[in-house]
């Protein structure tokens, strides 16, 4: 049976973290919001919402069988060790969804930096605090970010320049989406720093060109970065 | 072998929801920053945190035995089967956790209502952003945090107030400590929407009565709620 993937369709969003993980592994899955008809799209996701009886606080989740899981780095713990993407021993386990939270915290802070007052409100009326808090992000956060995940990847001694383990895990795929995103959102900035996170740009190729990725990234089933998702480019906040 | 907790001594914050489980389960740990001398201190911590091979991003992490572990909500699916507030089985174990990193969210979200604009810098430096998220964050996220919990509680058919399972659990603990950091922070609101909340408030008392519970928030180990905390108190905010 196929995972179904629920989320928001026309964003990458946090969605994205949990298909990159599916399609890298060559895993049966249905989007289920981007299809039409029975049982599809964004109101057979919201029904589903509603009717669980272990409700989710909000999309993304997976179902899996008779399991709905939330939270991309839950679903991520889930899914590794099953589609080849995660290691199997315990405190391997819990070393790899350490990063991943820390992935969702640093998705959190990206986030907030076009909206730092309120989601529900638009960015164009918080684009003043947005531009500070970009500042602040650029200056002190990013850095101490990448260059966390810079030592992570230095760290892993045998690793071949994968964060965790021998082998390509989701946690990488996180790493390829964090740096693509944050390429599209703050060009100018990356491009500056590029040199400071030599492992993390390694990877970043070395994730884009797996043959399954490569070729999902060139499908249309992967959605382009654009400003209703987590990575906004808005050249204004980079000033 | 007692566990070590490590997290900034001072304030309650993150490191809280470790420190409750702890006290709850009556478990043998040392709160290490929190004692002097040899290999206590913060001084110990930043040291651990340099030289482990697996690095904490930052505190609070635990060490168990050889483990360090990072993450709340990483800690605290370890620990929870451990010391008997967590369940074992996976689908419920993937639950617990799921509504843990729902608590991580609501957390990130209580702290930017007095840090919108930056972590670095000091609430006076940005208290009208400050006013703004808060206003956004009392009338939208928190009445939507708050009424998920609720059902959360109601859904969980045999659970007797609880939020998974019959018994105690971390997650039972969380929803304590929230409820009583936003009581602290947000006196007026809290007390003017209690009626909307009966199973959370009920589930509050329940937990503060609990046997361990009451015996550490009677003790000093327990650090009093203050303004350099996650929950802070500040009246020009609430109004």
Redesign the interface.
């Known amino acids: 049976m196929p995972y179904e993937l629920y989320y928001w369709p026309g964003i990458q969003g946090r969605g994205e973290f949990v298909r990159l993980a599916l399609e890298a592994a060559g895993a049966e899955y249905i989007d289920v919001t981007r299809l039409s008809g029975r049982g599809k799209g964004v109101d057979a996701m919201l029904r589903l919402m509603d009717a669980a009886?272990?409700?989710?606080?909000a999309p993304p989740f997976l179902k899996a069988g008779k399991?709905i899981?939330?939270?991309v780095?839950?679903i991520l713990?889930?899914l590794g060790p099953r589609i080849g993407l995660g290691p199997k021993s315990e405190?391997a386990r819990?070393?790899t969804?350490?990063l991943q939270?820390?992935v969702?915290?640093f998705v959190?802070e990206i986030h907030?930096t076009h909206h730092?007052?309120?989601s529900?409100?638009y960015y164009e009326e918080q684009k003043d605090?947005a531009r500070?808090?970009t500042g602040?992000?650029l200056t002190?956060r990013l850095p101490k970010?990448l260059g966390?995940f810079e030592?992570?990847i230095e760290?892993n001694g045998t690793g071949r320049g994968h964060t965790v383990g021998r082998s390509l895990s989701y946690v990488d795929l996180s790493m390829f989406q964090l740096i693509s995103g944050l390429r599209y959102a703050f060009p100018k900035t990356m491009s500056r720093r590029k040199r400071n996170y030599p492992r993390l740009s390694a990877l970043h190729e070395k994730v884009a060109t797996n043959a399954n990725v490569a070729a999902y990234l060139a499908s249309e089933r992967r959605i382009a970065f654009n400003e209703d998702g987590v990575f906004r480019c808005y050249t204004e906040l980079e000033r």
Do not use: C, G, K, M
């Open positions: 009886e272990r409700e989710p606080f399991l899981i939330a939270q780095a839950n713990q889930y405190a819990l070393w969804h350490q939270l820390t969702t915290d959190h907030d730092p007052i309120a529900s409100l605090e500070a808090r602040h992000f002190t970010y966390y030592r992570v760290n």
